[in-house]
Protein backbone atom coordinates (compact mmCIF):
# COMPACT_ATOMS: atom_id res chain seq x y z
CA UNK A 1 0.00 0.00 0.00
CA UNK A 2 1.39 3.17 -0.98
CA UNK A 3 2.17 5.40 2.29
CA UNK A 4 0.40 8.63 2.44
CA UNK A 5 2.65 11.96 2.29
CA UNK A 6 1.40 12.89 5.87
CA UNK A 7 1.23 10.58 8.76
CA UNK A 8 -1.69 8.52 8.50
CA UNK A 9 -3.32 8.29 11.77
CA UNK A 10 -6.56 7.68 11.26
CA UNK A 11 -6.96 4.18 12.77
CA UNK A 12 -9.09 2.92 10.17
CA UNK A 13 -6.23 0.35 8.55
CA UNK A 14 -6.00 -2.41 9.92
CA UNK A 15 -4.92 -6.12 9.63
CA UNK A 16 -8.57 -7.08 9.12
CA UNK A 17 -9.41 -4.26 7.33
CA UNK A 18 -6.67 -3.37 4.70
CA UNK A 19 -8.61 -1.72 2.14
CA UNK A 20 -6.81 1.36 0.57
CA UNK A 21 -8.31 4.87 2.28
CA UNK A 22 -9.77 4.95 -2.07
CA UNK A 23 -11.69 2.01 -1.48
CA UNK A 24 -13.05 2.96 1.73
CA UNK A 25 -14.26 6.35 0.49
CA UNK A 26 -15.80 4.17 -2.55
CA UNK A 27 -17.59 1.99 -0.25
CA UNK A 28 -19.48 4.57 1.41
CA UNK A 29 -17.58 4.41 4.81
CA UNK A 30 -14.88 6.58 6.69
CA UNK A 31 -12.12 7.26 4.99
CA UNK A 32 -8.64 9.48 5.87
CA UNK A 33 -8.81 12.64 3.53
CA UNK A 34 -5.25 13.44 2.85
CA UNK A 35 -4.62 9.80 2.03
CA UNK A 36 -1.71 10.29 -1.62
CA UNK A 37 -3.90 8.12 -3.90
CA UNK A 38 -6.91 10.95 -2.91
CA UNK A 39 -4.79 13.62 -3.43
CA UNK A 40 -3.02 12.50 -6.43
CA UNK A 41 -6.79 11.85 -7.79
CA UNK A 42 -7.76 15.73 -6.78
CA UNK A 43 -4.62 16.73 -8.26
CA UNK A 44 -5.84 15.62 -11.57
CA UNK A 45 -8.97 16.63 -11.09
CA UNK A 46 -7.84 19.85 -10.75
CA UNK A 47 -5.28 19.87 -13.81
CA UNK A 48 -8.14 18.66 -16.35
CA UNK A 49 -10.56 21.86 -14.77
CA UNK A 50 -7.86 24.13 -15.50
CA UNK A 51 -7.55 22.66 -18.64
CA UNK A 52 -11.25 23.12 -19.55
CA UNK A 53 -11.35 26.67 -18.31
CA UNK A 54 -8.50 27.17 -20.97
CA UNK A 55 -10.09 25.05 -23.62
CA UNK A 56 -13.53 26.50 -23.09
CA UNK A 57 -12.66 29.81 -24.38
CA UNK A 58 -11.54 28.16 -27.73
CA UNK A 59 -14.90 27.09 -28.20
CA UNK A 60 -17.04 23.90 -27.73
CA UNK A 61 -15.71 21.36 -29.33
CA UNK A 62 -11.68 21.77 -27.32
CA UNK A 63 -14.33 22.19 -24.14
CA UNK A 64 -15.79 19.09 -24.61
CA UNK A 65 -12.55 17.29 -25.46
CA UNK A 66 -11.47 18.03 -21.83
CA UNK A 67 -14.76 17.61 -19.71
CA UNK A 68 -14.80 14.06 -21.48
CA UNK A 69 -11.73 13.17 -20.04
CA UNK A 70 -12.74 14.54 -16.71
CA UNK A 71 -16.68 13.28 -16.45
CA UNK A 72 -16.87 10.79 -19.18
CA UNK A 73 -19.43 12.45 -21.45
CA UNK A 74 -19.88 15.79 -22.53
CA UNK A 75 -24.65 16.20 -23.55
CA UNK A 76 -24.12 18.80 -21.11
CA UNK A 77 -22.64 22.85 -20.20
CA UNK A 78 -20.60 23.65 -17.23
CA UNK A 79 -19.58 26.86 -17.23
CA UNK A 80 -16.00 27.55 -15.84
CA UNK A 81 -14.65 28.27 -13.27
CA UNK A 82 -15.92 25.47 -11.03
CA UNK A 83 -14.85 23.08 -8.40
CA UNK A 84 -14.76 19.54 -8.90
CA UNK A 85 -12.73 16.75 -6.15
CA UNK A 86 -12.62 13.57 -8.18
CA UNK A 87 -15.09 14.05 -11.15
CA UNK A 88 -15.74 10.13 -11.83
CA UNK A 89 -18.27 10.16 -8.53
CA UNK A 90 -20.57 12.54 -10.85
CA UNK A 91 -23.25 12.19 -13.36
CA UNK A 92 -24.66 14.72 -15.53
CA UNK A 93 -28.02 13.67 -17.38
CA UNK A 94 -27.75 15.35 -21.01
CA UNK A 95 -28.99 18.94 -21.65
CA UNK A 96 -27.87 20.35 -18.38
CA UNK A 97 -26.38 23.65 -17.65
CA UNK A 98 -24.38 24.17 -14.51
CA UNK A 99 -23.34 28.09 -14.58
CA UNK A 100 -19.94 29.63 -13.14
CA UNK A 101 -18.74 28.72 -9.96
CA UNK A 102 -20.09 25.53 -9.14
CA UNK A 103 -18.41 23.52 -6.27
CA UNK A 104 -18.96 19.88 -6.46
CA UNK A 105 -17.26 17.71 -3.56
CA UNK A 106 -18.21 14.52 -5.21
CA UNK A 107 -16.65 11.95 -2.01
CA UNK A 108 -19.85 10.14 -2.72
CA UNK A 109 -21.86 9.84 -5.61
CA UNK A 110 -23.49 13.30 -7.36
CA UNK A 111 -26.04 12.25 -9.94
CA UNK A 112 -27.42 15.34 -11.85
CA UNK A 113 -30.32 14.73 -14.21
CA UNK A 114 -31.52 15.93 -17.41
CA UNK A 115 -32.16 19.22 -18.60
CA UNK A 116 -31.33 20.56 -15.45
CA UNK A 117 -30.77 24.69 -14.84
CA UNK A 118 -27.91 25.35 -11.86
CA UNK A 119 -27.16 28.51 -10.90
CA UNK A 120 -24.06 30.19 -10.25
CA UNK A 121 -21.86 29.42 -6.93
CA UNK A 122 -24.56 26.69 -6.17
CA UNK A 123 -22.40 24.16 -3.74
CA UNK A 124 -23.18 20.39 -3.78
CA UNK A 125 -21.09 18.50 -0.37
CA UNK A 126 -21.48 15.06 -0.07
CA UNK A 127 -18.69 15.21 2.22
CA UNK A 128 -18.87 15.32 6.03
CA UNK A 129 -16.51 15.14 8.97
CA UNK A 130 -17.30 13.93 12.38
CA UNK A 131 -18.82 15.81 15.60
CA UNK A 132 -16.33 14.94 17.87
CA UNK A 133 -13.09 16.81 18.11
CA UNK A 134 -10.96 13.39 18.23
CA UNK A 135 -11.92 12.39 14.81
CA UNK A 136 -11.95 15.74 13.47
CA UNK A 137 -8.27 15.74 14.20
CA UNK A 138 -7.81 12.30 12.54
CA UNK A 139 -8.92 14.31 9.56
CA UNK A 140 -11.85 11.35 9.11
CA UNK A 141 -14.63 11.84 6.72
CA UNK A 142 -17.36 10.41 5.25
CA UNK A 143 -19.58 11.03 2.29
CA UNK A 144 -23.79 10.68 1.59
CA UNK A 145 -24.70 10.96 -1.72
CA UNK A 146 -26.46 13.78 -3.48
CA UNK A 147 -28.79 13.16 -6.35
CA UNK A 148 -30.73 15.36 -8.53
CA UNK A 149 -33.71 14.66 -11.04
CA UNK A 150 -34.75 15.30 -14.06
CA UNK A 151 -35.89 19.33 -15.31
CA UNK A 152 -35.03 20.68 -11.40
CA UNK A 153 -34.29 24.64 -11.54
CA UNK A 154 -31.68 25.42 -8.17
CA UNK A 155 -31.30 28.91 -7.37
CA UNK A 156 -27.79 30.70 -7.18
CA UNK A 157 -25.89 30.18 -3.94
CA UNK A 158 -27.71 27.42 -2.77
CA UNK A 159 -26.26 24.54 -1.29
CA UNK A 160 -26.65 20.93 -1.03
CA UNK A 161 -25.86 19.09 1.93
CA UNK A 162 -25.16 15.33 2.04
CA UNK A 163 -27.71 12.61 1.07
CA UNK A 164 -30.28 14.92 -0.02
CA UNK A 165 -32.49 13.56 -3.18
CA UNK A 166 -34.41 16.78 -5.10
CA UNK A 167 -36.99 15.58 -6.29
CA UNK A 168 -38.05 15.51 -10.42
CA UNK A 169 -39.30 19.44 -11.87
CA UNK A 170 -38.73 21.18 -8.41
CA UNK A 171 -37.50 24.52 -8.12
CA UNK A 172 -34.48 25.55 -5.16
CA UNK A 173 -34.68 28.89 -4.64
CA UNK A 174 -31.63 31.38 -4.46
CA UNK A 175 -29.57 30.83 -1.19
CA UNK A 176 -31.26 27.93 0.08
CA UNK A 177 -29.85 25.46 1.77
CA UNK A 178 -31.46 21.93 1.17
CA UNK A 179 -30.79 20.00 4.13
CA UNK A 180 -33.33 17.09 3.56
CA UNK A 181 -35.15 15.46 0.17
CA UNK A 182 -37.23 17.46 -1.81
CA UNK A 183 -40.00 16.61 -3.63
CA UNK A 184 -40.85 16.45 -7.07
CA UNK A 185 -42.70 19.54 -8.40
CA UNK A 186 -42.93 21.79 -5.73
CA UNK A 187 -40.55 24.96 -4.61
CA UNK A 188 -38.43 25.44 -1.77
CA UNK A 189 -36.42 28.05 0.03
CA UNK A 190 -35.18 29.23 2.95
CA UNK A 191 -32.12 28.12 5.60
CA UNK A 192 -33.07 25.04 5.91
CA UNK A 193 -35.23 24.62 2.87
CA UNK A 194 -38.78 24.55 3.53
CA UNK A 195 -41.79 23.93 0.53
CA UNK A 196 -43.64 27.02 -0.45
CA UNK A 197 -45.20 26.64 -3.06
CA UNK A 198 -46.80 23.59 -5.35
CA UNK A 199 -46.18 22.89 -8.84
CA UNK A 200 -48.57 21.80 -11.71
CA UNK A 201 -46.27 19.47 -13.87
CA UNK A 202 -48.97 20.41 -16.60
CA UNK A 203 -48.66 24.18 -16.58
CA UNK A 204 -46.86 26.84 -18.95
CA UNK A 205 -45.88 30.05 -18.22
CA UNK A 206 -46.52 30.73 -22.14
Not at 1 to 13: A, Q
Not at 33 to 45: H, M
Not at 53 to 67: F, Q, R
Not at 130 to 152: E, F, N, Y
Request: charged share 20%; aromatic share 8%; hydrophobic share 45%.
Amino acid sequence: MEESVLHDNSGLITPADLRSHKQRMLDGDWFWGPDAELLADQGRATALVNEYTAADKLGWEAGAAVIARLFGRVEFYIKPPFTVDYGYHVSIGAGTFINAGCVLLDAAPITIGTNVLIGPNVQMLTAYHGLTVSSRRKALTHSKPITIGDDVWIGAGSILLPGVTIGAGAVVGAGSVVTKDVPPFVVVAGNPARVVRELDPEATDM
